[in-house]
């Protein structure tokens, strides 16, 4: 019986795989088979698919029957094809050893490169070359890399090494180490392999390559992926694929290099080529930040024809992939290689610019544009704020770097991943401070509100790992020398240490002495113009949960359509207001509460007044008083004296009210409705207050639509209580105002038992709006106060696969909420539905909404623009599946 197919080859104007099958060849394979196939440069090889991993990662690091066979014949066919002989001693075939997922996980996982040499064929590769020390400069690379991804040999390790000949020979960089220098330091690094490993560097190319293989394949599940993949809520894929590919050299001379670009700017979007390149390296050298690279312009002065091909090149794959894309090349000898593309990692800002620039070059029509290159986590970045330039003069700039990712970022100083994940555990803003980032650092570098190096270029870890997050990055300080040891750095005289404040400009590259002010945002015209095609696609609304006219007015800047909460119970905390308040909570009867929330009537009224004029006539649903009573009273004694003589009763007796009132659960206690059954007189205020100020602004000739929402309902018995209450109030205002107004009464459903009764109560309620905070805490039954002491090990060890308070659980939570929308509509067809919790400002929770049919979303006011391209893109990502169906 045949095997199953798991190995997939491509080059020399042929592929088995395409750019559709990035689930199974990854992101890298597919692309590299796609340009394969369209007739680009590609060196040729052959990818092991991501079922292998899955399988390897399975089964005790195990491959699955065929897996051997398929790639010993695919190496054939590369010796075939190239002519020469994997192993051989004259003239060997060498290939590189790469990861790559179907998303991308820049520097994330393994590659090992110059895999095939050995004692005897590195000779034969200097004499076939005539280029001894290219021969030698790659072995050392190899050994190096084949240690340290294979055998887990410290990198640094082998650098010290280099270090201390460097030294010996007083020289600064690599390139000037000569032939003789280069084979002691291939003996050298030889010694470090066998006394970490107890054995002599593999001398068989058949075994370096099974090794490699199984060390990109395990990667997969290194703390540094998995922390990458947590981070940025990768999920459901088998693992990576590993691509075997003929090596390019760009460390050939100086008619060799190598480099990373963009066709694009993914700073700020700019159409222009971007990127760097090295003369006379290999790729590492850039990515990596060892060898400062040069601006990717200069290219067109030293190789002007192998310029013009990549200039080409990058517009021909543009037009192909309909996006911006981020460039692997190598230049051999005057020859153009394009070793990789994919998407680029871009700011929220390049974003959308590119997208916008793209439909008006008619690469792109504008719902492509909405639906694939502009992601919800870009707007999020759009939103960051800037320093303030007159805050600081040019005597406090400690230096200047590289514009890596803009965005102002404030904080402590910290030299190390743990100290910044600690610090920010802590709740401690910090910014990491390292010569260089490395995959193990993305812990630190997420923990971090910003990232400075004082090594490395545009390209280099720590610049793209920051702009695909969009956290502020200034790469390549050089102004800055960083002691580890003594854990501070040094700049023109100046000292900064650990825990020393900084602020830095992402935007500017620019590292300031000091904590700064910081001003918000502005937003140029690609934004307003793309955002209007945004909503010109989206047929969802979207709301936000606010609680003052401010954040009422910031949320109508970021487009919001109406408000879906107005927490009352944080209009009661005002100085004049909390006194009233804890003389209603404390008052022996009714009487004495009326009297006090008499006092507050006025308070509340002009609250209500000052959102609705804000709203301008858009839809603004207020939420009863929710949480319970013993929150407005004070718990320290120095406070419950000073509460005592301002009402004029003895401590004891108000130390033992409060005793009394102190609940022993008070999430699931005298909360909610219960409040407004057990004390209906604070339902009638909060009405009267609504409906008093809607009908008032009325008169004045504005348009108000109040909405009240009755919160915590559990049976159809309590809505209806309340609903008589609010009405009985509103009949009574609008005859005392001789002027009526259209209201809406509803319901937060936030309590299991309400959506298993939904039908029930949607025949009394004009509205449901799901509360998925507290029916995700009830649900599972999790303190979203506690359970942070759990959550991020339930995450680690997969019984979670996302914080539930983050991102709604569909299978659990949105069972119910899917329960209750289905029972509230067979009652009543029409039924407005809606989702408040700060789920609905979470892309993934919004295309569940979407999905059900709710008829809005609301999230806090910064989360307003997410939420309304997460809602266009779930509906043409509906259209979508309704085509391919």
């Not at 200097?126 to 050392?140: L, M, S, V």
């Amino acid at each position: 019986m045949e095997a199953d197919k798991y190995v997939y080859s491509f080059g020399a104007g042929a592929a088995e795989g395409n750019k559709t099958m990035k689930d199974l060849l990854g992101g890298k394979g597919a692309n590299l088979a796609e340009m394969s196939a369209i007739g680009l440069p590609i060196p040729p090889g052959f990818t092991i698919s991501a079922e292998v991993c899955q399988y390897y990662n399975q089964h005790e690091k195990e491959w699955p029957d065929g897996v051997k066979e398929q790639v010993e014949q695919n190496i054939a066919q590369l010796e075939e094809l190239m002519g020469l002989k994997f192993g051989d001693t004259d003239d060997p075939l060498l290939v590189s050893v790469r990861s790559g997922a179907a998303v991308s996980m820049p520097g994330m996982m393994d590659t090992v490169l110059n895999l095939g040499l050995n004692d005897r064929s590195v000779q034969g590769l200097a004499q076939k070359t005539g280029n001894e020390r290219f021969a030698y400069d790659c072995y050392r690379r190899f050994i190096d890399m084949f240690g340290n991804v294979v055998m887990s040999i410290g990198h640094e390790l082998f650098e010290e090494v280099l270090q201390e000949l460097k030294d010996e020979q007083n020289v600064k960089l690599d390139t000037e180490l000569e032939v003789p220098e280069l084979k002691e330091l291939v003996a050298r690094y030889k010694t470090v392999y066998r006394n970490h490993t107890g054995h002599e560097f593999p001398q068989e190319p058949k075994d370096q390559l099974r090794h490699a293989i199984n060390a990109v394949l395990g990667s997969w599940n290194t703390q540094r992926a998995q922390t990458y993949r947590k981070i940025n809520r990768i999920t459901g894929l088998l693992g990576t694929a590993a691509n075997v590919q003929v090596m390019v050299f760009g460390n050939m001379g100086a008619e060799s290099a190598t480099g990373v670009c963009f066709t694009r700017n993914p700073a700020d979007g700019t159409n222009e080529l971007y990127g760097e390149f090295l003369v006379n390296a290999q790729g590492e050298d850039v990515v990596a930040g060892i060898r400062t690279p040069r601006n990717i312009s200069e290219l067109k002065d030293d190789m002007p024809k192998s310029y013009q091909e990549l200039l080409n090149v990058t517009r021909q794959l543009e037009e192909h992939y309909h996006d911006m894309q981020d460039i692997e090349f190598t230049i051999q000898e005057g020859k153009l290689y394009i070793l990789q593309t994919r998407n680029g990692k871009r700011t929220g800002a390049a974003a959308v610019k590119i997208a916008v620039d793209m439909v008006e070059e008619q690469l792109i029509a504008k719902e492509k544009a909405v639906l694939n290159l502009v992601e919800p986590t870009h707007l999020d970045q759009l939103l960051h704020p800037q320093l303030n330039q007159s805050e600081y003069s040019d005597g406090e700039i400690l230096g200047e770097g590289l514009p890596a990712s803009p965005g102002a970022a404030v904080g402590k100083v910290v030299f190390s991943s743990e100290k910044a994940e600690e610090e920010h555990k802590k709740g401690e803003p910090v910014i990491l401070v390292r010569v260089e980032t490395s995959p193990e650092d993305v812990g630190g570098m997420s923990a971090a509100e910003g990232i400075l190096t004082s090594r490395g270029g545009m390209t280099s870890h720590a610049a793209v790992v920051a702009r695909g997050w969009g956290k502020p990055c200034v790469a390549g300080c050089t102004d800055i020398a960083i002691d580890y040891e003594a854990l501070l750095f040094t700049s023109d005289g100046n000292t900064i240490k650990e825990g020393d404040w900084i602020s830095i400009d992402g935007a500017k590259g620019i590292v300031i002495k000091g904590k700064k002010e910081v001003e918000e945002p502005s937003f140029g015209s690609s934004y307003y113009t793309f955002m209007g095609w945004v909503d010109e696609l989206r047929d969802m609304e979207v709301r936000t949960n606010a609680d003052t006219p401010d954040d009422a007015v910031r949320a109508l800047e970021f487009g919001a359509q109406g408000i879906g909460l107005a927490r009352t119970e944080h209009m009661f905390f005002g100085e004049e207001r909390v006194t009233a308040m804890r003389r209603m909570i404390l008052s022996e009867n009714k009487d004495e509460r009326a009297k006090a929330l008499e006092e507050l009537l006025p308070y509340q009224k002009q609250d209500f007044m000052d959102i609705f004029e804000a709203m301008e006539g858009r839809p603004v649903t207020i939420r009863l008083l929710d949480p319970p009573l013993h929150e407005f009273l004070p718990d320290e004694e120095e406070g419950v004296r000073a509460l005592a003589g301002e009402l004029g009763i003895s401590f004891q007796n108000l130390k033992q009210k409060i005793r009394v009132l102190k609940e022993f659960n008070p999430m699931l206690g005298h909360r909610g409705c219960r409040l407004g059954i057990t004390h209906p007189e604070i339902t009638e205020m909060q009405t009267h207050a609504v409906l008093s100020a809607a009908v008032h602004l009325k008169k004045d000739g504005r348009e108000v639509k109040p909405e009240i929402m009755v919160p915590l309902v559990g049976t159809s018995e309590e809505f209806m209580h309340q609903h008589e209450v609010i009405d009985r109030v509103a009949a009574k205002v609008f005859n005392n105002e001789g002027e009526a107004i259209a209201y809406k009464v509803g319901t937060m459903i936030e309590i299991p038992r309400a959506a298993i009764v939904a039908d029930k109560i949607a025949a009394e309620a004009d509205f449901f709006s799901f509360g998925t905070n507290d029916l995700t805490q009830m649900t599972f039954g999790y303190s979203r106060d506690d359970a942070g002491k759990f959550l991020e090990s339930y995450q680690e060890k997969g019984i979670l696969k996302a914080d539930p308070f983050q991102i709604l659980d569909e299978e659990g939570v949105g069972a119910l909420v899917k329960m209750a929308t289905e029972k509230g509509r067979t009652v009543k067809k029409d039924l407005k539905i809606g989702i408040c919790g700060e789920h609905g400002g979470d892309p993934a929770s919004v295309r569940f909404c979407y999905q059900l049919g709710l008829n809005y979303v609301s999230c806090s006011p910064y989360r307003v623009p997410v939420a309304r391209l997460a809602a266009a893109q779930a509906r043409l990502q509906s259209q979508d599946n309704v085509r391919q169906k």
